[in-house]
């Protein structure tokens, strides 16, 4: 039985997608674009379900977005264009601004 657990112990982290947390850059830009983000840890794409998400710089997402946490920073904007969705299952903070155009929803 400790041989199960232990087990289970080891497999259960690679069976679980790691969480990043994604900033965007000084450049901005479109949500789906890798180079709108930097990630940590290092190798990410751009900001999926179960990432956390700083928008540092004005951003705005055209295709359905889903994350854990989402912070908006002061004097930056989020925008949700046309009828796409935002899907937040942890926090959102906003302390910018989050636009939607459209037809978007949070």
């Keep these: 039985?400790?041989?199960?657990?232990?087990?289970?112990?080891?497999?259960?982290?690679?069976?679980v997608k790691a969480s990043f947390t994604y900033t965007s850059i000084i450049s901005?830009?479109?949500w789906e674009t890798n180079a709108t983000w930097v990630?940590?840890?290092?190798?990410?794409?751009?900001?999926?379900?179960?990432?956390?998400?700083?928008?540092?710089?004005?951003?705005?997402?055209?295709?359905?977005?889903q994350v854990l946490n989402l912070t908006i920073n002061i004097g930056k904007t989020l925008t949700i264009s046309g009828s796409k969705l935002i899907d937040i299952d942890g926090k959102l903070t906003?302390?910018?601004?989050?636009?939607?155009?459209?037809?978007?929803?949070?």
């Excluded at 039985?1 to 069976?15: G, Y």
């Excluded at 290092?42 to 998400?53: E, F, I």
């Excluded at 906003?94 to 949070?106: C, D, S």
């Design 1 to 15: 039985m400790k041989k199960v657990a232990f087990l289970f112990i080891l497999l259960v982290p690679i069976l």
């Design 28 to 30: 901005g830009g479109n």
């Design 39 to 65: 990630s940590v840890p290092a190798g990410g794409t751009y900001p999926q379900k179960g990432d956390n998400v700083i928008i540092n710089t004005n951003v705005t997402a055209t295709a359905y977005v």
């Design 94 to 106: 906003n302390n910018g601004v989050l636009n939607t155009t459209g037809g978007g929803t949070i």
